[in-house]
């Protein structure tokens, strides 16, 4: 199967963690995070934190990284990308209610 881009958002990300994406199951390859955009809606400087979670374990993409209010930052640093594969989720969390939206851009099985 050819390589697909795939966008997923979360829109008023807050103190529950919310999923951003699943990796598919039913796909072969790996898949390539290359954006990971988070936006400031609360209002004065929030930190926000994503991870990266493989079955038990997980690892943080961004952990507390402060954004300035309304400002938009790329949360992957110096323009790097995350390889992930199937079943990999990433989530986000913030610690006050309706801080951030979020996006995230994914090319699936760029690699099989």
């Known amino acids: 199967m050819a390589a697909v881009f795939s966008t997923s958002y979360v829109k008023n990300v807050g103190s529950t963690e919310a999923t951003l994406y699943t990796a598919p199951a039913g796909l072969t390859g790996r898949h390539l995070v290359v954006s990971l955009v988070a936006t400031n809606i609360f209002g004065s400087a929030i930190p926000i934190s994503a991870k990266l979670v493989q079955g038990a374990d997980s690892v943080f993409i961004a952990y507390n990284k402060r954004v300035l209010a309304n400002d938009t930052v ?39």
């Open 74 to 112: 790329d949360l992957l640093i110096n323009n790097s990308k995350i390889m992930i594969q199937n079943g990999d989720v990433i989530k986000v969390s913030a610690p006050v209610d309706d801080a951030f939206s979020i996006i995230m851009t994914v090319v699936e099985e760029v690699e099989t």
